[in-house]
């Protein structure tokens, strides 16, 4: 073996970042889980874990309530945020990667206007599955997006980006114009709520929707991290090494896709958490994907279960879209993280 | 023992209606280091990425050992074929070390990590390009000289047959010149490797290169020895300018100097 003394300090401990950063979400998630309009001791809610394990002999010191909040209320919605940071983290650092743009996020290629046009189309027209209409709005419109960036020729990172604001555009002026026109106040105040984004629906019914379309996404993003690098040289010597970099593009644009359209489908649009969690982590650590999609996706949902928790607390008992809450405090860290490194790294 | 040809039969490339590339003839074999000479834009540099299938002709096929280089996978191409483009931009925060294992990209499988004889492979392709001692530097903080010798270490490690370099030593100053092209002739005398390489400086290629080929507005105007190409009339013609040519002191090759006064 090779020994390197490599200039980012920590790249020899990665495994072990990786496992505290997976133990900082477990912390963050279990504490957050305490929070709310009733508060649940620390200790009763660890009580009330390990109770659930079989064997475990553990006396009931907790009330029925308190077990009905836990499970069915708090720890799913802490699972689903946790789950929705990290594929919003995880797809956003994809996205800057592949397009070599700092300013890409998960919403580019226009996930967020087909979901807002679904959903949009779904609570105007009163058909109910708003789930299912923005996951096939979302999924839609990227693929049409890359169609369109593909008609020109060879789809680069500029055709994409071009393609992904014109049609966003397009499809955001049908949403608004049925909005416009729709004439219940209630029914306009439902698509403002689902567009800024929430997780005041969550079950563990959509923990399980989600799961399957998740794993798909992360295990071929994983997969394909090395080739993500190379990437980075950019087109002609990605392929004069040997990558067939079309083929990787419509993969990786596909695979970002799925678990961003799952991620909105079950929330709505959280914005802020796939632009700045996978630059504060390539500031940090670095720009190797193999590290920087397991890390942005640590950090995506220890992130956005904290800032969940600010949005159904701050204003108890009415709830905040937690999409203010992450514009709210991601811009400004945005700034500082700029400040502090001006040496860009993408 | 490397036996590998590259061979461009009559091909022509056109951006849109421009045509570059005008039917060129042109075969590389092992052990030769050519020299692609000829003003700006006459279609050198395309040529290299039609060599490397970074662009297909739209007239005549290129041939790696008798296989049309279109129809092979990008994968197979880079296992015999490396390119070092001209002044390469690096991504930032990758070390030396990790842009040199990516050389190792046409030996993998998409989803492989690189194992311990790929790290091998790379160190040695640092050693031999003297690039060892920047491994862990960002390549974002070396200089132009470091990072083109780091761009060489990479298409060694990709243990190529044929290598391509697209003027390797625009912007470096004298001595990095000199470095990078001793470097270039004892990987081709060394290795056997088959080079191509796109010269601006004509000297530079006059002295190293067995075999001049030199460009005119997509043509070959003239391919041969130095002192057959590097000629007053042959010069006036490709580039339209009066140059002095006078045997080297000690070789002979031919040096092409700027009349005086």
């Known amino acids: 073996m090779i020994e390197t003394k490599i200039a980012y300090p920590a790249r020899q401990r990665r495994g072990a970042i990786l496992l505290g950063a997976s133990c900082i979400v477990i912390a963050v998630g279990a504490l957050a889980a305490t929070f709310g309009s009733v508060p649940i001791p620390l200790d009763a809610l660890a009580r009330m874990v390990v109770a659930k394990f079989p064997g475990a002999q553990i006396a009931a010191t907790w009330t029925p309530t308190w077990e009905t ?63 299912i209409l923005a996951f096939a709005g979302a999924l839609g ?43 219940s106040a209630f029914r306009t105040h439902q698509i403002v709520a689902w567009m800024m984004g929430s997780f005041a629906l969550s ?9 399957p379309y998740l794993g798909i996404g992360w295990v071929v993003l994983y997969l394909n991290a090395r080739v993500l690098n190379v990437l980075q040289l950019g087109d002609t010597q990605a392929q004069q090494l040997g990558v067939p970099v079309e083929r990787v593009t419509i993969i990786l644009v596909a695979a970002a896709s799925l678990i961003t359209a799952a991620a909105v489908a079950t929330s709505g649009i959280i914005g802020f ?17 193999r590290f920087l999609l397991p890390m942005s996706a ?22 905040l879209p937690v999409g203010i809450i992450t ?16 040496e860009t790294l993408i | 023992m490397n036996t590998l040809q590259l061979r461009a039969d009559k091909i022509s490339f056109a951006y849109q209606d421009k045509t570059v590339l005008n039917e060129i003839d042109l075969a590389i074999k092992p052990g030769e280091l050519v020299g692609l000479i000829g003003p700006n834009g006459s279609g050198k540099s395309t040529l290299i990425k039609c060599l490397s299938r970074a662009l297909v002709p739209q007239h005549g096929r290129v041939w790696l050992n008798g296989y049309e280089l279109a129809s092979l996978a990008p994968q197979q191409i880079a296992r015999h074929i490396a390119v070092v483009s001209q002044a390469v931009e690096l991504p930032p925060g990758f070390t ?60 060694l490690a990709q243990e190529p047959q044929v290598l391509l370099l697209d003027e390797p030593t625009a912007h470096l100053d004298v001595k ?63 580039y339209g300018v009066e140059l002095l040519v006078v045997p080297h002191p000690q070789n002979q090759r031919p040096i092409a100097l700027v009349g005086g006064m």
């Open chain 1, 69 to 131: 909040i836990l499970f069915d209320i708090r720890l799913p919605r802490v699972a689903l945020a946790a789950l929705v940071g990290a594929a919003l983290a995880t797809s956003g650092a994809t996205y800057q990667g592949l397009l070599r743009n700092p300013l890409a996020d998960p919403y580019l290629i226009g996930v967020s206007s087909g979901a807002g046009l679904g959903a949009t189309i779904a609570i105007v027209f009163n058909i109910g599955a708003i789930s």
């Open chain 1, 141 to 183: 419109a990227t693929a049409l997006i890359y169609a369109l960036a593909r008609a020109g020729g060879r789809t680069t990172p500029t055709t994409l980006i071009l393609a992904g604001v014109a049609l966003g555009a397009f499809l955001s002026a049908i949403t608004s114009f049925l909005m416009f026109q729709n004439d």
């Open chain 1, 203 to 211: 079950s563990w019914q959509s923990v399980a929707v989600m799961l």
């Open chain 1, 273 to 289: 958490v796939g632009l700045i969690v996978p630059h504060a982590v390539r500031l940090v650590w670095g720009p190797d994907h």
């Open chain 1, 298 to 319: 640590l950090i995506g949902a220890t992130f956005l279960i904290i800032a969940d928790t600010f949005a159904r607390t701050l204003l108890s008992p009415s709830e």
């Open chain 1, 327 to 342: 514009a709210f405090c991601g811009a400004p860290f945005f700034l500082y993280l700029l400040r502090r490194k001006k």
């Open chain 2, 96 to 155: 030396a070390f990790e842009i040199v294992l990516m050389g190792r990209v046409p030996h993998l499988a998409w989803w492989q990590n690189e194992n311990a004889r790929d790290k091998q492979i790379a160190r040695a392709a640092m050693e031999a390009t003297a690039t060892w001692s920047l491994a862990d530097r960002l390549v974002n903080h070396l200089s132009g000289g470091e990072r083109q010798r780091v761009v060489i270490a990479r298409a």
């Open chain 2, 176 to 238: 990095h010149q000199i470095e990078v092209m001793e470097l270039v002739r004892r990987l081709n005398r060394e290795r056997g490797l088959a080079v191509l390489v796109v010269f601006h400086d004509l000297n530079l290629a006059a002295q190293y290169c067995s075999r001049l080929v030199l460009f005119k507005e997509g043509r070959v105007y003239k391919m041969g020895a130095p002192r057959d190409v590097i000629a007053p009339d042959v010069l006036r013609e490709v």
